[in-house]
């Protein structure tokens, strides 16, 4: 753990050390920010049908309402995640969860649509500005030989917040009305903000990469109470250091491909996961089906997305890549297929909805491993928040295309097969990775605890 009796390697105390309670605590506190991030993405389509109606606009014209809130989510992966690598994890996400509470609460007092739309882009900044950085949070404080495991575990509070929200929704539009959905998702991170004020911490490999500041280290770590570091104690990071830009190390020692080729199943794997999120409830409620039945409907996709997404990286290290992601994508096609033939059932739209959120589950969760494994410490929260633009991007243009074929008069049935489609191409794209992965296995020692990267990839 240490080169001398003063020199102590982060790295090694975390990697080599038994998880402690505070470890687990930070990436418990990283899944309760996730968790409101899968509430809002699926409260905004069930209030749809009632907002729309408030403004007066057509459902088929709700797309770029729905896209509102995806752009601001690009932008705010992308860029929060650049800053997180310069200024800090925690910095940057208490910033972002003051976008998320302010806008989700102002979301429900919009009564145009220009100031709805203002108010979509800037809690999707929030939303999208929060996912680097408790995703590089998580990954910092897990062992290697948990990592992609713990990784996908905290994930998952993303489609449990998406059921939890299903339900939660479907008692609010029947008890209180759809305004309360956005009062409730904009109070509660906010108030979780103030506990995470005290309680997060900075990532120590950040501080140590970035600002080499020796007396914030050593006050981390006092609190994991399984190492006694001496007063005089130097600590030190056993990664490599990157100067200049870190969106160009995406793109050198290698990483080029990588970084291209993981951006393809980001792009598809939320883009079909968001369309049927968002536009489920359209499809069922021209079928005849209530909000609240909606609601409820809703709720499968978040608890097949949480299985899905929870189970990822464990799979992975045990399955490889392609033994678990390329059939993850392929049976999520299968099941959004069936979904468009099921929305004229609750039961049959419940089930095919769930499929689809356990299988795409699989296959983002999957993803977000891999780009949180790839990225060395300096770049992580710049790698995993392109990556995650990547998917907002998808998760803009998936509705779009969705409400464009609804506005022409397509049926469900048709719009879910050319959706389905971007799970073929993933499909792809997962080999095409997989075998740059296996490749590039020197170095990448993080999929398992003991064997390489590339040996858990290629298994």
């Not at 491993?369 to 929260?381: C, K, Q, V």
């Not at 990556?387 to 719009?415: N, Y």
């Amino acid at each position: 753990m240490s080169r001398s009796t003063h020199e102590v390697s982060v790295t090694r105390l975390i990697d080599e050390g038994p998880i402690t309670r505070f470890q687990i605590g930070i990436i418990v506190c990283c899944a309760l920010v996730n968790l409101f991030d899968g509430m809002d993405t699926q409260s905004i389509g069930v209030a749809a049908p009632f907002i729309a109606e408030g403004l007066g606009i057509k459902i088929a014209n709700f797309g770029p309402i729905f896209s509102s809130a995806l752009v601001g989510a690009t932008v705010g992966a992308a860029s929060f995640g650049v800053f997180a690598d310069r200024l800090g994890r925690k910095t940057m996400l208490m910033i972002a969860i003051g976008f998320i509470g302010i806008f989700t609460i102002l979301t429900a007092l919009a009564n145009s649509v220009p100031m709805l739309m203002s108010f979509r882009v800037l809690a999707g900044l929030g939303l999208g500005g929060a996912t680097p950085c408790f995703i590089a949070l998580t990954s910092e404080y897990a062992p290697a030989r948990l990592r992609a495991t713990l990784v996908t575990l905290m994930w998952s509070a993303f489609p449990f917040g998406g059921m939890m929200g299903g339900l939660l929704n479907s008692y609010l539009l029947t008890h209180v009305g759809w305004r309360a959905i956005f009062y409730v998702g904009g109070v509660a991170p906010l108030l979780l903000a103030v506990v995470l004020t005290f309680y997060l911490p900075e990532s120590i490999k950040f501080l140590l990469a970035r600002r080499n500041d020796m007396d914030a280290v050593r006050r981390i770590v006092a609190r994991f109470r399984t190492f006694k570091a001496g007063a005089g104690a130097h600590f030190f990071v056993e990664e490599e250091h990157l100067l200049g830009s870190t969106i160009r190390h995406l793109f050198t020692e290698g990483r080029r491909a990588g970084t291209l080729l993981l951006w393809v199943p980001f792009f598809m794997g939320f883009g079909v996961l968001t369309v049927v999120t968002l536009w489920t409830p359209a499809l069922l409620r021209l079928n005849g089906i209530s909000p609240a039945a909606t609601a409820f409907v809703i709720a499968f996709n978040g608890l097949g997305g949480f299985i899905g997404q929870s189970t990822a990286g464990r799979l992975m290290q045990r399955f490889g890549i392609l033994g678990v992601l390329f059939p993850a994508f392929l049976l999520g096609t299968a099941a959004t297929v069936g979904l468009g033939y099921g929305a004229s059932s609750v039961a049959l739209a419940a089930t095919f909805i769930g499929l689809v959120g356990l299988f795409m589950g699989l296959g983002t969760g999957g993803a977000i491993a891999l780009a949180a494994i790839i990225y060395p410490t300096p770049i992580r929260s710049t790698g995993v928040g392109w990556g995650m633009a990547m998917g907002r991007f998808g998760q803009i243009v998936g509705p779009l295309i969705a409400g464009a074929l609804l506005g022409a008069g397509w049926t469900a049935d048709r719009i879910m097969i050319v959706i389905a489609c971007g799970g073929l191409i993933g499909a792809l794209f997962v080999v095409l990775f997989r075998a740059w992965f296996v490749k590039r296995d020197a170095g990448l020692n993080e999929m398992s605890g003991t064997s390489s990267a590339g040996s858990a990839a290629s298994s």
